[in-house]
Nanobody, 115 residues
Framework: VQLQAFGGGLVEPGGSLRLSCTAD????????RGWFRQAPGKQREMVAQ???????KYSDSAKGRFTISGDDEKTTVNLQMTSLTPDDTADYYC??????????WGQGTLVTVSS
């Protein structure tokens, strides 16, 4: 499965941004889709996930501000981000995981929150 992420950019504090990720390949075995991020000097962290048969999961920092969505065919995953702060500045990576726990990563897309 090959993933391609879109939508990063520069946004002012308080602004919104939508990230999208599309998958090319066999996705029927995908059980998790989501977004991670990595800020300079920090470890990569989970932001939000769609978990098959369970629903969605968000980090504490994303709850109430970000919304994850995706299609039923498991070929896309989107992240709508609102009320952005400079602490949200990071490279954002989409991630798919299959039934064998194999991870697939998209290329990072940079989100910069700055005035």
């Amino acid at each position: 499965v090959q993933l391609q992420a879109f939508g990063g950019g520069l946004v002012e504090p308080g602004g919104s941004l939508r990230l999208s990720c599309t998958a090319d390949g066999e996705t029927v075995t995908i059980v998790r889709r989501g977004w991670f991020r990595q800020a300079p000097g920090k470890q990569r962290e989970m932001v939000a996930q769609i978990i098959s048969r369970e629903g969605t999961k968000y980090s504490d920092s994303a709850k109430g501000r970000f919304t994850i969505s995706g299609d039923d065919e498991k070929t896309t995953v989107n992240l709508q981000m609102t009320s952005l702060t400079p602490d949200d500045t990071a490279d954002y990576y989409c991630n798919f995981i299959d039934t064998r726990d194999r991870p697939y990563w998209g290329q990072g897309t940079l989100v910069t929150v700055s005035s």
